[in-house]
């Protein structure tokens, strides 16, 4: 395991492409979520707005780049014929797996807390001159704060989590391309559809059962009564998506040749 990990640690970081991607996560998170801390304003108490789930709505546009970097994990060695070389090295595939979500998980994580660190330092310093100030019930950004702290971790692990959601539906289409319509399919049209449905009760299954809807819950710190499903409990739902993907993957990549 502990080869295998090296390997698959020299392939991501020897990839000029997949560095991109990682500074791709950092730059849209903090970017998007810097646009709409300064396009939000709060100009009276009581004004319902959520400044934590505001400057982190950058999450949204950065597990873009994750997905895509998890898929490339996989669908660059299936499209040059790598994998058949990385199996003849590591016979053992749940090694390779493990070794793959382990590395993939490992450098999610670091540009995750990076990026959801910078997204609330910009929000400490921008939210007050948006009218999110104490007078209107909104003390500074803190991490000391146990919902802040709570939107800030679980948003580094949602972007973990996508990632190893993106990893499993490569290994089972093994094809980079078809791998990213079908997760960004998963994240964004789901909602799109809940939205759409007319009956109340199937729009909000719709929102418990999307991974991107329920996941982000975990970002909320005010009228946390009134979402579809609770924080930790929306964050399972992303957790149960990928559970599902890295099984199927892993079945298929013990059953099939490379």
Known sequence: MRRAGHAEWTKLRTDAGNVRLLLGVLVLTVAVGA???????????GCGGDPVRLCLTGVMAGQVAVAVLAVLTVGNEYGTGMMRTTLTAVPRRPTVLCAKAAVLTAVTLVASTVSVLGSLLVGRLVAPGRGFTPEHGYPALSLTDGPTLRAAAGSVLYLALIGLLS???????????????????LLFVLPVLARVVADPDWQRHLQQFAPMTAGLAVQATVGTDRLPVGPW????VPALWAGAALTAGGRLLRSRDA
């Open 35 to 45: 646009g709409v801390a300064l396009t939000s304003r709060c100009d009276a108490a």
């Open 233 to 236: 409990q929306g964050l399972g």
């Open 167 to 185: 990893l499993g539906l490569a290994l089972v289409v093994r094809d980079s391309a078809t791998a990213i319509g079908i997760v960004l399919a």
